[in-house]
């Protein structure tokens, strides 16, 4: 399925994200001020335009009204990023992703009617973090500030025990909510389930429990 997505701004964060839609054979309106980038992207995206994303006048005339989502990946400048997003808010673009260089940032992007703020620096920080505590860790996902979920792969503390034996629950307080075996996913997990190798364990739970879990158990 077509859909319409603009990104303004192609540094690392959203040329990579043009670099996919495109691949995924998405139209993509990409919009920078600096000419360089615009050719580096022109053969990328279906459309590529200079313009300064501050200027209300130039993003009507791009006619950015008719895109469902635009993403704005302005690093560094936040004064132009916060800019663009009162704009996009105001032209009632249906959907609006914006990146976020630090927690203040964010906070006003969240109150100025961004739908969705990425941190992806921090967020990659941590998901790193995670898997460095343990190699077990393949992935780690915020829920919201206190809650997240982990995949796990079971390690020789799980294999051969069943989920009662375990008893993560009473024990962490957290809830294994899927067990993945290859390219299966078991999303109602019996108790009695013997975990074996190569299981991955998908762990819901407060960030608290979480960080008790992957450090006695994983
Ligand atoms: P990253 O951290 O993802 O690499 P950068 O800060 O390096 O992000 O890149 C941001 C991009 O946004 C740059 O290519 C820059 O030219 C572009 N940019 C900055 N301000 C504006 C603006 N007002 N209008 C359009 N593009 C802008």
């Given at each position: ?27 993509v ?5 600096d ?51 009162v ?7 249906k ?61 020789e ?38 975990l ?23």
């Open positions: 399925m077509k859909r319409d997505y603009a990104v303004i701004g192609l540094g690392r964060f959203g040329g990579s994200i043009c670099r996919e839609l495109s691949m995924e054979g998405m139209e309106l990409v919009i920078d001020n000419e360089d980038k615009i050719n580096e992207y022109k053969n990328i995206a279906s459309h590529a335009v200079i313009a300064d994303a501050t200027d209300e006048a130039s993003l009507k005339e791009l006619g950015i009204k008719n895109i469902d989502h635009v993403i704005v990946a302005i690093g560094d400048n936040i004064q132009a990023s916060i800019l663009t997003t704009i996009l808010t105001d032209l009632g673009i959907k609006i992703t914006v990146k976020a260089q630090n927690d203040y940032h964010e906070k006003i992007l969240n109150k100025i009617g961004a739908d969705n703020v990425v941190h992806p620096e921090r967020d990659m920080g941590k998901r790193i973090a995670h898997n460095i505590i343990s190699n077990n860790i393949l992935d780690y996902l915020e829920l919201s500030d206190d809650h997240s979920i982990v995949e796990v792969k079971a390690g503390k799980m294999v051969g025990k069943t989920l009662i034996d375990l008893d993560i629950r009473a024990n962490y307080g957290c809830n294994v909510v899927a067990i993945k075996q290859g390219k299966d996913i078991n999303v109602s997990p019996a108790a009695e389930d013997v074996v190798e190569e299981d991955v364990l998908i762990v819901i739970g407060s960030d608290k429990d979480i960080s008790r879990f992957e450090k006695n158990l994983v």
